[in-house]
């Protein structure tokens, strides 16, 4: 097992190292700088400016510099926020946007396992095609379309909920963006569940285990939920970096100032040190999350780890 | 399964994917003639007709948004600009991952490992971040949009292609241009490729969906289509600013969005349960 984990640390290394030189690297060919947006600047004071930031340095010193940076964990000053550092920004933002995505990743895991767990206990009958259905419009429906319609719903209409995040108590703001976060995982959750269960339902050792007159609860606990479970496990990899886009968009929607707010509104204040940095952050954030479904799906399935 | 036989007209099919795929070659058909038939221009603004409600007064079908420009033939244009995206860039998709996946599974060996092992690699990035940054860096170039996302979906169509590579270089045929003096590149282009249409088509249905997700998904953040260009990610965007005095403008593009994105999902997994019999059962 620790030879395993070891294995999926090293590997993580050069994609992350790839996503750092790949991302600097845009953000450096990028036609136009920093400072361009305005008043022309006198060319001393542009000197002085692209030596404050490193930026008359040759491209591989940068890159260097920047590494260093990313390794004790400084990504920079931000050039739009002009008093802040990268690293600062995102901690600020960060705790928002985790909660958001923590509450709607677990609604997701117990309203889908739980939807699909009871079309496949009932396969054809009309609850069956009712979740199938449903989990069909919401895979199909993205988050942008969902979550306004339900602030239109929701909040205008029927006033249950407030439409935005300055406009509610700690709890009640929460609500519409969490579920509006949740609804395409728990559809597709819904359906992956349905056919891994419905298949695994269908083997042969469960037919054993019936025989031996186990209860269809017993069967399911002790028996057939391990197994089906590891598609689902694999699928919450990308799920994770899915949440992730989702929120940039739920916060824009409802509000929110949340990491991928900060992230669109770097990307249109055209402030590089700040994409970048998020882009680092999200793609280290990624990584580590996989590796995380990884070992989970190592312990599920010994198969796995065998290799 | 053959692919003429999964692509056949429709018979057989249930009613459902009937209906789906008449739905979605009524909305092409919409989204390429629409615009030409109504006689108000997707850009044309008029003061006097602002954020009119839909209804046959004054000619604006679905309404007017903030600017009195006519919502019908706006969405319409909308749609034909995300067609047309998806479509471009799933090309783009379909070009790289047929190359690169044929080549490996036709080359095998160390060559096919190291490829292979790229698109591992590949796999774990955030893509979409990358295509944000990149619209951000290159001034939300429209050309662009096509490349990038083309660029995230051609991963699956080389693994898929590259499997399907695999079982024809062990048929006969292949075998027998070989050894007839085919020279390697020929056999690929001429004998493997051809085989490879009807996997390829069958994942197209699944791209094409998967790029107008993304091409939305950018334009609703501001960073895809610009003013006054639109697509249907740019209307659902504007249609949140005004949803409150004039709901129509979110209701409209987002329903054709929905309903778009729902015909390709239902078509594509009929289509792939068609060709794969493992899954026909789940």
Not at chain 1, 202 to 231: C, E, N, Y
Not at chain 1, 255 to 275: A, E, H, K
Not at chain 2, 46 to 63: E, I, M, Q, S, V
Not at chain 2, 79 to 103: C, E, H, M
Request: proline share 5%; with cysteine.
């Amino acid at each position: 097992m620790l030879r395993f984990i070891l294995v999926r640390l090293a590997s993580a290394v050069p994609t992350l190292l790839l996503v750092i030189a790949v991302a600097f690297l845009m953000v450096r060919a990028a036609p136009g700088g920093p400072f361009d947006a305005e008043r022309v600047l006198p060319p001393e004071t542009a000197a002085n400016l692209a030596a404050a930031y490193h930026l008359d340095e040759p491209l591989p010193v940068q890159f260097a510099r920047y590494l260093g940076g990313v390794l004790r964990g400084d990504l920079g000053p931000s050039y739009y926020y002009r008093d802040y550092e990268v690293q600062e920004l995102i901690a600020a933002a960060l705790p928002v946007t985790a909660l958001l995505a923590g509450l709607a990743a677990a609604v997701a895991l117990v309203v889908g396992l739980a939807a699909g767990a009871c079309a496949a206990l009932t396969a054809n009958s009309g609850t069956d095609r009712l979740v199938t259905g449903l989990a069909m419009t919401g895979i199909s429906v993205p988050v942008f379309v969902i979550a306004p319609l339900m602030v239109l719903a929701f909040a205008v209409h029927l006033g249950w909920f407030p439409a935005s995040w300055t406009g509610g108590g700690r709890g009640e703001r929460l609500v519409l963006p969490v579920i509006a976060l949740a609804l395409p995982h728990i559809a597709f959750l819904a359906r992956l569940t349905r056919g891994s269960l419905l298949e695994v339902l269908s083997a042969d050792f469960i037919r054993a285990a019936r025989a031996q007159g186990l209860g269809t609860w017993r069967v399911l606990r002790v028996h057939a939920l391990k197994p089906a479970l590891l598609p689902v496990v694999s699928y919450l990899g990308p799920a994770l970096a899915s949440l992730l886009t989702g929120a940039v968009v739920v916060e824009a929607v409802f509000g929110i100032p949340g990491l991928g707010q900060l992230f669109v509104r770097s990307g249109l204040n055209r402030d590089y040190t700040l994409v970048l940095g998020i882009v680092i952050f999200y793609a280290a954030l990624i990584i580590v999350l996989n590796l995380v479904v990884d070992l989970v799906y190592g312990w599920l399935d010994p198969r796995v780890r065998a290799r | 399964m053959s692919l003429r036989a999964a692509l056949s007209p429709l018979a057989g099919r249930t009613r459902g994917v009937r209906l789906g795929a008449w739905l979605l070659l009524g909305v092409v058909a919409l989204a390429v003639l629409g615009p030409e038939l109504s006689p108000h221009d997707y850009r044309d603004t008029n003061f006097d007709a602002r954020l009119l409600p839909p209804g046959l007064a004054g000619g604006h079908l679905f309404g007017t948004d903030e600017l009195g420009r006519d919502l019908f033939v706006r969405t319409l244009t909308g749609t034909r600009v995300t067609l047309l995206v998806a479509l471009v860039a799933s090309l783009v998709s379909l070009v790289i991952g047929v190359a690169w996946g044929s080549i490996a599974g036709y080359a095998g060996g160390r060559i096919d490992a190291f490829m292979m092992r790229a698109v591992d690699a590949l796999y774990a990035l955030p893509f979409i971040f990358l295509v944000i940054l990149l619209m951000v860096a290159f001034e939300r170039n429209f050309f662009l949009i096509f490349v990038a996302i083309g660029a995230i979906n051609w991963l699956d169509m080389a693994r898929i292609v590259r499997g399907q590579t695999l079982s024809l270089k062990q048929r006969e045929f292949v075998l027998a241009a070989e050894l007839l003096g085919v020279r390697p590149a020929a056999v690929l282009w001429r004998h493997v490729m051809p085989n490879l249409l009807g996997v390829v088509v069958v994942y197209l249905t699944l791209t094409i969906p998967q790029a107008i997700l993304v091409e939305s998904f950018l334009s609703f953040l501001g960073l895809g289509v610009q003013e006054p260009g639109t697509s249907l990610g740019a209307l659902v965007n504007s249609g949140v600013a005004h949803m409150e005095r004039a709901p129509w403008l979110l209701l409209v593009p987002s329903t054709l969005l929905a309903l778009v994105l729902f015909c390709c999902h239902f078509l594509g997994d009929d289509l792939r349960d068609r060709l794969d019999p493992r899954r026909s059962g789940s």
